[in-house]
């Protein structure tokens, strides 16, 4: 009768996930997320600013205008003691056109490479952002697992020692027996504790993406299909990942953003043409004459300007070089991104292949391990196992529970990897991951 209340009690308190009808789930905390990241938003601010370098490089492409108003007044020698102070006013504006500039011309299309790149710099922050939330989501639901885990057994323990008490007094078991029996109770419960505060680490890190502290969580069901993703190959992700990946998206922009300032820094060896446009007007007088202050004729000039440079120093030829060290670098970086890609995308889908299988064999060795604890528990009451013995059953049984809640989490963490790997990761991924979990407690085990 004893053995069948304890392993009741340790089925209920190991069993059930309290997660009340409330309880946030992933959709909840990513719309917090989002508003509330600030990698996100810095990523976010990152992008408008470098989107300016678009209007900023055309606008060498584009008419420069200028107005300008200016008065002298000139004193001095004979003219202050006869007509006064010698005043010219001067009224005149300009404009100038780039008719060719190879340089301006490259700097525009970097800067539109670099958009670009930034438009794939923040979709890949968009992806992480969903990853760390998952990862910091389930990190809590684990260790909110181990916590029922180590509180059913600290409970276990403890009993253990009281029916061990009750024995020695009645004469039927040693006093080393007790005493080992308390030790075995304090020693879980200090890892208890230890336990509890890894949990409370885990919230605060989930809080630090959301921006406040996490309600009770939603749970992952306990019928969540273990289902290899599709396509079922491991070359087909792979392809996806080059096509799709933002890392590889966005060192590719960068590659010929690179490009576009080798172009750049080699047409500061060419000649440069500019049309322009000038009109003046300007009228004197002086102060003591009568003399006519307004305006004279208008003056107006059209030109045309060609530039050829001769000597910089030699200042063109490192700004080339350099160029070419750089875009050297953007391309290895570009081929380190891919290959990247390839080796995410295949050692997740490898630990998929494999995480079926360890899902089913730490389910039944979770089993098995509740089996040994249940006849262990009946040899110590008879007489014909040790308390050793049942500790070590116990503990266990402790161990498979943990790493069957581990290697479910896992798995589901394992598939979001895969298609952030391959940068096929989405919203609706989410939406679909949030489909299995539960609000209700999960029943308790018969």
């Not at 061990?164 to 304090?186: H, I």
């Not at 750089?326 to 998929?352: F, H, I, P």
């Not at 290697?407 to 991951?433: P, S, W, Y």
Request: a negative charge; one cysteine or more; proline letters at 4%.
């Amino acid at each position: 009768m004893k053995t069948s209340l304890l392993l009741a009690h340790l089925a209920l308190a190991c069993a059930l996930y309290a997660a009340p009808a409330r309880a946030e789930d992933l959709m909840d905390l990513l719309r917090l997320a989002v508003a509330e990241d600030p990698t996100l938003a810095q990523a976010d601010a990152g992008k408008r600013a470098t989107d300016q370098n678009v209007p900023i490089g055309r606008s060498a492409l584009l008419p420069q205008a200028t107005l300008q108003q200016q008065l002298v007044d000139t004193r001095g020698g004979t003219l202050d003691d006869h007509a006064g102070h010698l005043r010219e006013r001067q009224l005149g504006g300009s404009v100038t056109q780039t008719l060719f500039n190879l340089s301006d011309l490259a700097t525009l299309r970097q800067a539109k490479a670099e958009a670009a790149a930034g438009e794939e710099d923040l979709r890949g922050a968009r992806l992480d952002l969903f990853m760390r939330l998952a990862q910091a989501y389930f990190d809590v639901l684990v260790a909110q697992d181990q916590l029922r885990t180590y509180d059913a057994y600290e409970d276990a323990y403890r009993r253990q020692y009281e029916q061990t008490s009750v024995r020695y007094e009645q004469g039927l078991s040693a006093e080393v027996d007790m005493n080992q029996a308390k030790a075995y109770w304090l020693s879980i419960k200090a890892q208890r504790i230890a336990v509890e505060n890894a949990l409370e680490s885990s919230r605060q890190a989930l809080a630090r993406i959301v921006g406040r502290p996490p309600g009770t969580l939603a749970v992952l069901r306990e019928d969540f299909p273990m289902q290899m993703p599709v396509p079922a190959d491991a070359d087909a992700w792979v392809a996806q990942a080059a096509q799709r990946s933002p890392a590889i998206g966005a060192d590719a922009q960068t590659l010929r953003a690179a490009e576009h300032a080798v172009t750049a820094a080699r047409g500061g060896h060419l000649p440069t043409l500019a049309a322009s446009f000038s009109y003046g007007r300007t009228g004197q007088w002086y102060t003591r004459a009568a003399s006519d202050p307004s305006y004279g004729r208008d003056e107006a000039a059209v030109g045309l300007t060609l530039s050829f440079p001769l000597y910089s120093g030699g200042r063109v030829h490192a700004q080339v070089r350099q160029a070419l060290a750089q875009r050297d670098q953007a391309a290895g970086a570009l081929e380190g991104s891919r290959r990247q890609a390839e080796y995410e995308v295949r050692t997740y889908y490898k630990a998929l292949e494999q995480g079926v299988a360890q899902v089913e064999a730490a389910r039944l060795a979770m089993s098995a391990a509740s089996d040994s604890v249940r006849a262990m528990q009946m040899g110590y009451e008879i007489g014909t196992q040790s308390l050793t013995n049942l500790v070590v059953a116990i503990g266990q049984l402790a161990n498979t529970q943990s790493q069957y809640s581990s290697l479910r989490h896992q798995f589901v963490m394992d598939q979001l990897l895969l298609r952030q790997a391959a940068g096929v990761l989405a919203e609706t991924d989410i939406e679909e991951i949030n489909r299995w979990l539960q609000r209700a407690p999960a029943p308790a085990a018969p």
